[in-house]
């Protein structure tokens, strides 16, 4: 059974590494820069050295209806974010309005729709609603400790010989002791294994095999996705079960 999600503590200053998604809902009461007819605005957004944008909305004009992602990676330094909403021309881009805004203001904020008013040399050009996930990246060591395997497929005649391969992402795994005819219910006694995070991992990776003289059997796998487990260095996951499987996500694991 997994950890209870805990609240989402407000964020000071610059927010740590991590992944931030931020969703460019719509555009209310945008000025029009054209002359004839309806604008085509769109919406480019900077975090740090990165900048992306939404796509331009085809005589969107000043209320248009973007409802976008555009996901960055924050370094634990950036303190802000620039917002620009403007307008598509053949020759030149004009733009509408602009706003900076602190990104943990933006992040406390979370999924909950918020506009905000853009300004071009001072005076208000409409608003953009925006909302926001946060996930701040897992850095240091994970101790994964294993138990037990209760009803694994059987892939012997007899009783089989289980091992467990652990591993994060597409990294080269650590290999559980192997349990001599422990069969479809093994036992580890807590063995213990030891990973470094820079930050960036995602996939926790589970693979049962069993031993054999000439080509191991593949009995099945699971994955756990680290960031939905709600550890920081100060907490300790109370653990879980894994249904483990085969074909699906753990396809390239079998013929791998």
């Known amino acids: ?15 740590p590494a991590g992944k931030l998604s931020l ?18 605005p769109y ?25 976008e992602y555009l996901d960055f990676e924050t370094d634990g330094k950036v303190d802000s974010i620039a917002i620009e ?23 406390n904020r979370g999924a909950k729709e918020h506009w905000y008013t853009v300004q071009r040399k001072g005076k208000d050009q409409g608003e953009v609603a925006l909302a926001c996930d946060f996930e701040p990246f897992l850095t240091g060591q994970l101790t994964v400790t294993l138990h037990k395997a209760e009803d694994l497929a ?47 991992e995602r996939w926790l990776n589970v693979k049962l095999y069993d031993k054999d003289m000439i080509k191991d059997d593949y009995i099945g796998g699971a994955r756990v996705e680290l960031r939905k487990l709600y550890l920081d260095t100060k907490n300790k996951h109370p653990g879980m079960c894994l249904k483990v499987g085969r074909g699906d996500i753990f396809e390239d694991d079998i013929k791998g």
């Open 1 to 15: 059974m997994a950890a209870p999600v805990p609240p989402q503590a407000l964020i000071k200053g610059a927010p």
């Open 23 to 40: 969703r460019v809902l719509r555009g209310r009461n945008l000025t029009n820069m054209d002359m004839l007819g309806k604008q085509d």
């Open 43 to 67: 919406v480019r957004v900077t975090v740090g050295g990165m900048t992306k944008k939404t796509q331009v909305i085809k005589k969107g004009g000043k209320d248009p209806e973007w409802t």
């Open 85 to 107: 909403a403007k307008d598509a021309d053949p020759l030149k881009d004009d733009l509408i309005g602009t706003v900076e805004l602190p990104l943990d203001e933006l992040i």
């Open 154 to 200: 059987n892939m012997d005649f007899g009783k089989q010989d289980p091992y467990v391969v652990i591993s994060l992402d597409k990294a080269k795994g650590e290999k559980s002791t192997v349990i001599k005819k422990g069969g479809r219910d093994p036992v580890w006694n807590n063995e213990r294994f030891l990973f470094q995070l820079n930050g960036k």
